[in-house]
């Protein structure tokens, strides 16, 4: 089975700055795919990032990059340079290759200060 | 570039009546196609999957079936809604070129009376 945790219920960033957002998982597999999802008020689930299981190097776009940590199984997001339209649902999801159950934490509300 | 659409945007049905959620995808082939509930405040949750046309893969028994008539269509029906029923529909596709990359549709806000 695979399981997908977020603590942080809500989390506050005051406009410009950073913060960071965690997530752990739990699968049995090797080969597995991370991912951090947005949901702005509107409610479309948009990519922001993605991270394969096999890289070690942390993937980055733009203001957004991950912690991986494959032998503690977290993936925590940064988001650097915080902006208003940052504020959203994140969630974090986890799929294995090749397969088809991709599951989803229960996700953080990031709200963002001017 | 591909696209996703979801009809309707929103829905308000009383109890008891039937349901059909259409979702359509376009500028890719042969993709694998998601029907996703989120409940208010939760995480998403994964109905039905479709590998190919009249392929159809259940996640959760309930009260929903999900149909593939075409490659890129795809549709969730219920013959008779429950109150539980309510909550918030996702579409989402996968393809060749996205990996294991899920991308969705804008949603459809169901609210049963």
């Known amino acids: 089975a695979q399981t997908v945790t977020q603590s942080q219920p809500e989390m506050s960033v005051q406009e410009a700055e950073t913060v960071t957002l965690s997530c752990t998982y739990d699968t049995s597999e090797s080969d597995y795919y991370l991912f951090w999802y947005k949901q702005p008020p509107s409610r479309q689930m948009i990519l922001v990032i993605r991270?394969?299981?096999?890289?070690?190097q942390n993937a980055t776009e733009n203001r957004f990059s991950v912690n991986f940590q494959k032998a503690a199984k977290s993936f925590s997001l940064k988001i650097s340079d915080s902006q208003l339209g940052d504020a959203a649902m994140y969630f974090c999801a986890l799929v294995q290759y090749n397969n088809n159950d991709m599951r989803f934490g229960a996700g953080t509300r990031l709200t963002v200060k001017p | 570039s591909q696209t996703i659409h979801q009809w309707p945007a929103t829905l308000v049905q009383p109890v008891g009546s039937p349901l059909s959620l259409e979702c359509t995808v376009e500028?890719?082939?042969?993709?694998?196609l998601y029907w996703y509930r989120q409940a208010a405040g939760r995480g998403l949750q994964l109905l039905f999957y479709s590998v190919g046309i009249g392929q159809i893969s259940s996640e959760v028994p309930q009260n929903l079936s999900a149909s593939r008539p075409q490659d890129r269509q795809f549709i969730l029906s219920s013959k008779k809604l429950l109150l539980s029923d309510s909550g918030f529909y996702l579409c989402?596709?996968?393809?060749?070129?996205?990996?294991?990359?899920?991308?969705f549709g804008p949603g459809t806000r169901l609210l049963v009376l």
């Open positions: 989402a596709w996968k393809g060749y070129t996205t990996g294991e990359t899920q991308y």
């Open positions: 991270q394969e299981a096999y890289k070690q």
């Open positions: 500028g890719t082939s042969n993709p694998n």
